[in-house]
C-alpha cells in the first residue's frame, strides 16, 4: 500500500483518535493505522468515566474540561450515549471532608458543590458510610467498548479518515510509515502507541521512565438502584492530584495508612459507574511492572468489593465478569516528544486518557499542523 495523506496516526485507541478528530477537523486528509482488527487496549477496557474534578491543577484539568466538552459534542453525532453525568465523591471520614471542603475553595471547584449525606440520597440511592459529599456537574461517562468503535465509524463516515487495520508499524521517518502491510505517506504523523514501549521510538519511553501499570475490574449484577453519577470514596482523594496535592490530604493519607494499608499497597480505591443494562463496573487497583502480569488476584478483588461495601452501606452484587487492562504510565500527565520533524510521539502517562485526550490532541494537532503557511513542524 502507498498512499499520500495529510496526516497519519498510529494507534487507533482514544488519544490516536482524538488526533484523527482535531486533524479532521482542521481539514486534513487523515490515516488511523492499527495493528488490531478491533479496540482492544486500555481505551475499551476502562471504566469511560470522563472525569474532570479531581485532575491535576492546571493544563491537565483544562485537558479534561475541554475533553469533556468535545465528547458532549460528538456524543450524539457518533451514536455515543451519555450514560451518567457529574460525579458523586462519598467522604466517609472528617479528613476526606476536610480536603472537599479545601478543594470547593479552588478554582476547580466551577459546578461542585458539598451535600450532606441526607442530600445525597437522589445521587446514593442506599443507606451507605458517608458523611456527605462533593457533587459535581461536570464529569460524564460512556461505555467504552461501544463509545470506541463508535466513534472510529463516526469519525470514518462524517470526518472521511481512513482506517488501516491489522497493520503494525514497525518504523516511522518523517513523512513515512513502514507498516506489515507496506508503507504509507504522510506530510505529518503523530504516534498513539499507547503502553507498547519498544517498538517505536523506545529511548523516548526509557529516557522519560515510562513503565506499565495494570488494573484490575469488574463487572456487577444489576443492584436494583440507579446511580446518576458515577460515584468515588476517600481511598480516590489520594490519588486524583486535584485532591491529592492540597495540603489536607496529608491528614487523610496517615489515616488511610493506618485503616486501609492494604488497599493503599495495591493502589485500590473505588470508582463505580452504571451501565445501561443497570450493571455495574467497578474498580480498581494499580500494580507496576515493563511486563505486568496477566492474573487478576482475588484478594485484590476482595479490596474493591470491601470499600464497595463500606461506601454502599451492603453487599457487592454478584460479579458477572472480571478483566485487567494495562497503561503507560510515569510520572507527569503525558509524554509528548518531536522524535523528528512533522512527527510527534503521544503517550498519556497518568491513566487519564479518555478524561484529558481531546483535550490534549487539540493542543498537539495545533502545534504540529496549524502554521499559517501551510507547512508541518
Ligand atoms: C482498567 C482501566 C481503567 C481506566 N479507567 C479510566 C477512566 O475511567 N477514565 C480515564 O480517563 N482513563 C481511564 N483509564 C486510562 C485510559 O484508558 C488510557 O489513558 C487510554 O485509554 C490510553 O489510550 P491510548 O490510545 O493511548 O491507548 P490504547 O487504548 O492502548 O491504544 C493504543 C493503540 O495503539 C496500537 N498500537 C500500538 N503500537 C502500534 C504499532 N506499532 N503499530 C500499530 N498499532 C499500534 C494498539 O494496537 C492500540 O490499539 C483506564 C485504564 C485502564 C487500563
Redesign the pocket.
Known amino acids: 500500500m502507498k498512499q499520500g495523506f495529510d496526516v497519519a496516526v ?7 483518535l482524538a488526533h484523527a478528530l482535531a486533524a479532521a477537523r482542521l481539514g486534513k486528509r487523515v490515516v488511523v ?4 482488527a478491533q ?5 475499551v ?7 474532570v474534578t479531581g485532575q491535576a491543577r492546571g493544563a491537565v484539568w483544562r485537558h479534561a474540561r475541554r475533553s469533556a466538552d468535545v465528547w458532549r459534542e460528538v456524543a450524539d453525532a457518533a451514536g455515543v450515549e451519555v450514560l451518567q453525568r457529574g460525579l458523586t465523591m462519598i467522604a466517609r471520614r472528617p479528613e476526606a471532608k476536610a480536603v472537599l471542603e479545601a478543594f470547593l475553595e479552588t478554582e476547580m471547584a466551577d459546578g461542585c458543590a458539598w451535600r450532606d449525606a441526607e442530600a445525597l440520597g437522589d445521587r446514593l440511592p442506599t443507606r451507605g458510610g458517608g458523611l456527605g459529599g462533593l457533587t459535581s456537574s461536570v464529569d460524564l461517562r460512556v461505555e467504552s467498548r461501544s463509545a470506541i468503535p463508535r466513534l472510529a465509524a463516526w469519525l470514518e463516515a462524517a470526518h472521511g479518515v481512513a482506517f488501516l487495520r491489522g ?3 514497525r518504523g516511522v521517518e518523517t513523512g513515512r510509515l513502514e507498516t506489515s502491510v507496506g508503507a504509507i505517506e504522510a506530510d505529518a504523523i503523530v504516534v ?5 514501549l519498544v ?2 521510538f523506545p529511548d523516548s519511553f526509557a529516557r522519560a521512565g515510562v513503565t506499565r501499570c495494570k ?1 484490575q ?1 469488574l463487572r456487577l449484577a444489576d443492584p436494583g438502584w440507579r446511580l446518576p453519577a458515577p460515584v468515588m470514596s476517600d481511598l480516590g482523594l489520594v490519588r486524583y492530584l486535584g485532591y491529592a496535592d492540597l495540603p489536607e490530604a496529608r491528614a487523610l493519607r496517615a489515616r488511610l495508612q493506618a485503616e486501609q494499608p492494604a488497599h493503599l499497597e495495591h493502589g485500590v480505591h473505588l470508582i463505580v459507574v452504571q451501565s445501561a443494562d443497570g450493571s455495574l463496573v467497578v ?2 487497583s494499580h500494580h507496576y511492572a515493563l511486563t505486568p502480569d496477566p492474573f487478576a488476584r482475588d484478594d485484590v478483588d476482595a479490596l474493591i468489593l470491601d470499600e464497595f461495601a463500606q461506601v454502599f452501606g451492603q453487599a457487592p452484587p454478584m460479579v458477572l465478569e472480571r478483566w485487567t ?3 503507560a504510565s510515569a510520572e507527569g500527565h503525558s509524554l509528548v516528544e518531536t522524535p523528528m520533524p512533522g512527527v510527534r510521539l503521544v ?2 502517562t497518568g ?7 481531546f483535550g490534549l490532541a487539540e493542543t498537539v494537532a495545533d502545534d504540529l499542523l496549524n502554521l499559517s503557511d501551510g507547512a508541518f513542524a
Open positions: 498510529v494507534g487507533a485507541g482514544i488519544v490516536g493505522v492499527d495493528r488490531d479496540a482492544n487496549g486500555a481505551s477496557r476502562n471504566f469511560g468515566f470522563v472525569t497493520a503494525a508499524v498513539c502507541p499507547g503502553d507498547d517498538t517505536l488494573l475490574m474498580g480498581d487492562g494495562t497503561y503517550v498519556v491513566g487519564t486518557g479518555a478524561s484529558t485526550a
